[in-house]
């Protein structure tokens, strides 16, 4: 089991100083809010590297399908060679629904967004690489050309590519079985009964996900070893053998990652930062004490 914070919101000095914190506090990762028009996440992300040296550094998480694969495809590069190969990338189709976060474009619908962020992720496979390349999809597209002057982005340090975690809604087999193919399963519960309108994840929901994708994976020749399942939820800061019991059904459910986030805190840059330093200072909620 490992461990990660996410800082809700911030500017790029609190993120360093914070992920300072975090690593020497016992934390393995540092993740940060991907907005539309908001603070830019891989420039808080790159200042997090310069005061870091081992905890991963990534986004929760990044809308694909309302960015430009190949724009992401050189930040998380350029990233992922200044950090020594630390980068985690987390995908989703994005919010939907409200307007702060469609103030220049209009939605074109979850179907269309499913289209992009499947294109997107076949297109980040190929970008991580230093070649131009043919690709024709109903979205997006490149073509193969000769000499590129000046070069791609260096390919990232992490063979074979940057860990990607992807939102699977489950019990919707297309969804799940998109974050099977990739690296990591960021849990989204989903009734398929239009009757059943809760939507709350539980322990034994994700242990059933787990045991889906575990099959999935080996239909295909995959095994499990360096696949993530990431399970996200608040810890208290002043009793660690209560966090550490709040996490433990996850754990003992199949999670591999948990992240401690507070999306309450709101949007004061200070109390955010002293509310996020409080609970780094604490300690990660471990299950293994």
Partial sequence: MRYGFVLPYGHARSAAELAEIAEEHGWDGLFVWEGIWAIDPWVVLTAAATRTRRIRLGTMLTPLPRRRPWE???QTSTLDNFSGGRVTLSVGLGV???DRFWLFEDDPGRRVRAEQLDEGLAMLQRLWGEQSFDFRGRHYSSRAV?????????A??????IPVWVVGAWPRPKSMARAARWDGWLPHHAPTDPDHQGGELTPELLR??????????A????????YDVVVE??????????AAERVRPWADAGATWWLDADWSLGFDIEQVRAESERRLRAGPPRVDR
């Fill in 72 to 74: 992401l495809a050189g």
């Fill in 96 to 98: 939907a629904g409200e």
């Fill in 146 to 154: 000769g000499e590129l002057a000046p070069p791609p982005p260096p």
């Fill in 156 to 161: 990232p340090v992490q063979r074979p590519r």
């Fill in 208 to 217: 059933s996900g787990v045991e889906w994708i575990r099959s999935h994976r």
């Fill in 219 to 226: 239909e295909a020749g995959l095994g499990m070893d360096g």
């Fill in 233 to 242: 939820g608040t810890t208290p800061a002043d009793d660690p053998r209560a």
